[in-house]
């Protein structure tokens, strides 16, 4: 299997996790099966759509509508299993660290290719990776998740986007330095889980 | 009047009543006049707009401001006329009806003359269709109504964008599938109003 | 120092501070140093890119990362000195003002050259203006600020927006206009913050 075969299922199998944790999401606020969906949707698909408008490429699921196909499947099964078997939202966070990792590496890719200079290059990463989950908040009217303190997936995403900027400039190897990177996102994901890693909050000095 | 020009003044009406449903939420909220305007054009333009911008098409309102126009007239007036007549919301249900049919077939149309595939098309028809009210209760700051159990909103627009799609697809004329197709979504939103139809709502099983 | 040179200065200290408040915002929300500066990078850029992705222009900071990397630091320096130093909002009131004079300018001057019409032209302005404060206050859950009575916000930016419209259709010089609408913008909003000036709110009749 060559890598582009390898990137396009394993794109596919994160948007299938992102349509599901978007259902899990709407869930919780009443949502019926369609407005449901269509949160699987926004979750699965809103990252990479804003990139593209960024880019002003062609949208990647107006080409190609298999990914939408596969969102609303993933959403709908997720639906109707979630009915009859317990799903708890950590049996996706394997599956959704994998997630964030292949579109930061996907999205910063892209726009390295389209001559991005670095600093907005690693930035669409970063968009590419987290704005469906940010939709997802923002529809379920939350704060978004991906900012808050404890959680580092932002920061895993914007500091592997750099790191595969770094190793190309190093003249690594374009599939090196995106297994790389990949890993580097996916591992400090779930060490932050799991060993409550956080950066710094932000705290405000007040007048006395 | 030929089909065209009938399909451009009912697009603009739609447009007006979208504007009125965005000032009468934001007037919920202590916005003042400026505020509340630009509420009612991101409600009655947001759809529109945000279907143009996946499609790479100039936007519409700004190739043709009249639309920018009726919105802000729109707006203006219910503002003023809602302190000394009282304007119930359920008023605009039939009017947003329209608006949502009108809206939902006119952008999955164009979708489909953009050569965009067929489940592609119809989620631009539901983009079209419900955006400009999800922008709405989002600048509100409120869960969106169109994805909520009960209204069957976001549910009627996807349903007969499909509708219209699967009725080309059967050669049925361009117009004989649009009126199909409108009055499929003006009817199912007004009799699940009528008659609290509901879509199945997101039920979890939990462990015990 | 050219007028352009000039424009490029005022617009570079215009990110700066819309990204400190972006970070001031941010921190009352327990977001960490990464989710704070995507927050600030969201305020300072937002208003820019929602007008260059409808206006079909090349997305400003892609080009010209310059202005990311103001954003950034300024974020970052802000998360840092505001552990030390108290940083009243109100310290942020004049340079926020500024910000949104000059971003509204720009944002029609551009608008103006690409050919749009007027009134869409003008609320090109706004949308450069204050989509950046939107933004802010969706992310952190907030009901924007830039609608709210008492505020002036949109206000100022609409009606400066329209009066640099009117100036340059009488043959006001570009540079001339450019800076009374400027003055117009930022005098209205100090002085509504300084005298409580507010326009009328919504006020709905209800059934007696």
Redesign the interface.
């Known amino acids: 299997m060559s890598v582009d075969t390898l990137l396009y299922w394993v794109g596919m199998a994160a948007v299938a996790v992102n349509a599901v944790t978007g ?2 999401d ?11 969906l ?2 699987a ?1 926004a979750t699965a698909l809103g990252g990479g ?1 804003v990139r593209d ?4 490429r ?2 990647f ?2 080409v190609d ?1 298999t990914y ?2 596969v969102a ?1 499947a993933g959403g709908l099964l997720t ?1 109707f299993i ?7 939202p950590r049996l996706f966070l394997i599956p959704d660290a994998i997630g964030l990792a292949l579109f930061t590496v996907v999205g910063t890719q892209l726009a390295v290719q389209w001559h ?5 290059a690693s ?1 669409m990463g ?1 968009i590419t990776g ?1 704005v469906g989950g ?1 939709l997802r908040d ?7 998740l ?7 997936y ?2 895993a995403a ?1 500091l592997g986007a750099l790191l595969l900027i770094v190793l190309q400039a190093l003249n690594v190897s374009p599939v090196a330095s995106a297994w790389a990177a990949m890993s580097f996102i996916f591992a400090l994901r779930l060490l932050a889980i799991r060993f409550r890693i ?10 006395d």
Chains 1, 2, 3 share one sequence.
């Open positions: 259902v899990l709407a869930g919780r606020k009443q949502m019926d099966l369609i407005g449901a269509l949160v949707v759509t408008l960024l880019l002003d062609n949208v699921w107006v509508q939408l196909i609303v639906f979630a009915r009859t078997l317990p799903l708890p991005v200079p670095w600093l907005a930035l970063v987290v940010v923002i529809l379920c009217n939350d704060v978004p991906v900012f808050l303190k404890g959680e580092l932002a920061t914007w956080t950066l710094p909050a932000f705290r405000q000095r007040t007048e």
